[in-house]
Antibody, heavy 121, light 110 residues
Framework: EVQLVESGGGLAQPGGSLRLSCAAS????????MNWVRQAPGKGLEWVSY????????YYADSVKGRFTISRDNAKNSLYLQMNSLRAEDTALYYCARAGIPAARWAFDIWGQGTMVTVSS | QSVLTQPPSASGTPGQRVTISCSGSNSNVGSNYVYWFQQLPGTAPKLLIY???QRPSGVPDRFSGSKSGTSASLAISGLRSEDEADYYCAAWDDSLSGVLFGGGTKLTVL
């Protein structure tokens, strides 16, 4: 079964750090581009970051640039999001999402269940 | 405030056809593909439409997408109660070098 499972969420203080992980299974992880998308409680979707299949191309939303770092380990079938200098506005459910359709880079066809990040003192 | 503008709500009765609009600009909708996602209550989003008007396998042909200039639309025909969900458009923005989502449209089936 094709699956993405996020972990690593929790409560962090403003200015603190968290590292999210996304474990992939059921497909050849190294062949796919990956993304993080977040959703604040009761709000809409916000794209956070993208990483190419080989990890050489990376994009970030302006709201997280300079604070968050996306990475992947293809040998471990895992995607990561290092979150530093956390702010209250980073509180959200964080999804990892696969871009699974060739020539449709933002066709997020597989999503995880999400991991909740709460930033509060 | 999202740069891709969607109506916050839409509604229809079973069997009806409803459309949801997504308005952007030359740097996003006007020059890049539009994607549509459906999010049922309490679940992760699901890809409905990619590359403006393509349906992934498994998505019923009741769902269709179109784009003209800097606006795009999602149409749902033969509305069903299970279509009640939030719908989001998305597109790459050349100026921001990032993906933009619309603010979302909550569809109610009356």
């Amino acid at each position: 079964e094709v699956q993405l499972v996020e972990s690593g969420g929790g409560l962090a203080q403003p200015g603190g750090s968290l590292r999210l992980s996304c474990a992939a299974s059921g497909f050849t992880f190294s062949s796919y581009e990956m993304n993080w998308v977040r959703q604040a409680p009761g709000k809409g979707l916000e794209w956070v970051s993208y990483i190419s299949s080989g990890g050489t191309t990376i994009y970030y939303a302006d709201s997280v640039k300079g604070r968050f770092t996306i990475s992947r380990d293809n040998a471990k079938n895992s995607l990561y999001l290092q979150m530093n200098s956390l702010r209250a506005e980073d509180t959200a459910l964080y999804y990892c999402a696969r871009a699974g359709i060739p020539a449709a880079r933002w066709a997020f066809d597989i999503w995880g269940q999400g991991t909740m990040v709460t930033v509060s003192s | 405030q999202s740069v891709l503008t969607q109506p916050p709500s839409a509604s229809g009765t079973p069997g009806q056809r409803v459309t949801i609009s997504c308005s952007g600009s030359n740097s996003n909708v006007g020059s890049n593909y539009v994607y549509w996602f459906q999010q049922l209550p309490g679940t992760a989003p699901k890809l409905l439409i990619y590359s403006n008007n393509q349906r992934p396998s498994g998505v019923p042909d009741r769902f269709s997408g179109s784009k003209s200039g800097t606006s795009a639309s999602l149409a749902i025909s033969g509305l069903r109660s299970e279509d009640e969900a939030d719908y989001y458009c998305a597109a790459w923005d050349d100026s921001l070098s990032g993906v933009l989502f619309g603010g979302g449209t909550k569809l109610t089936v009356l």
